[in-house]
T-cell receptor, first 118, second 113 residues
């Protein structure tokens, strides 16, 4: 069975601090995808990144960066120089990757609430 | 191109009543998913459509729940004889064919009193 664990329930930082959100996953699949979504107070889940299990290269997008380590089954997310607008709940998710595409159920963690104060 | 839309955004109903939610996916997305999210939890998968065919259903989807996607475009999720435990945010997501991420709508928040 697939499982995603986000051990940090809530993190509070002051603006401009760097913050890392942890994600640990479990799966028996040899190929899979990992995702991060942001859920601001408005409630809509916003897609941030998708990673294929074959691609362990770290990725940077502006102030966001992701560290994928297959050896420790982790896919951590770092926000550099945090801003108040980063305040939201962040979810890590996992799905099986099927060669022909098709049904890909997302299995989510319980989320980490990030509070960035001015 | 508009995103996924859901209607209504909020629904308050009394226990025992039936409710129906609607989801309009991004146009040309042939895959549609329903998820349920309770307070403090991540979304949980309910059901999946590819075009008009409902191909996957979670065990969470009891007999009181039914979903349709009659013409492969919009989808409806109906809950019959609502119970207080049905109170949650119901999220719809869509994706195009192939390996793609899912795009979520704003959700319908259901409160059963």
């Amino acid at each position: 069975a697939q499982k995603v664990t986000q051990a940090q329930t809530e993190i509070s930082v002051v603006e401009k601090e760097d913050v890392t959100l942890d994600c640990v996953y479990e799966t028996r699949d040899t190929t899979y995808y990992l995702f991060w979504y942001k859920q601001p107070p408005s409630g809509e889940l916003v897609f941030l990144i998708r990673r294929n299990s074959f691609d362990e290269q770290n990725e940077i997008s502006g102030r966001y960066s992701w560290n994928f380590q297959k050896s420790t089954s982790s896919f951590n997310f770092t926000i550099t120089a945090s801003q108040v607008v980063d305040s939201a709940v962040y979810f890590c998710a996992l799905s099986e990757a099927r060669p022909s595409g098709g049904f890909q159920k997302l299995v989510f963690g319980t989320g980490t609430r990030l509070l960035v104060s001015p | 191109d508009t995103g996924v839309s859901q209607d209504p955004r909020h629904k308050i109903t009394k226990r025992g009543q039936n409710v129906t939610f609607r989801c309009d996916p991004i146009s040309e997305h042939n895959r549609l998913y329903w998820y349920r999210q309770t307070l403090g939890q991540g979304p949980e998968f309910l059901t999946y459509f590819q075009n008009e065919a409902q191909l996957e259903k979670s065990r969470l989807l009891s007999d009181r729940f039914s979903a349709e996607r009659p013409k492969g475009s919009f989808s409806t999720l109906e809950i019959q004889r609502t119970e207080q435990g049905d109170s949650a945010m119901y999220l719809c997501a869509s994706s195009p064919a192939g390996d793609h991420e899912q795009y979520f709508g704003p959700g319908t928040r259901l409160t059963v009193t």
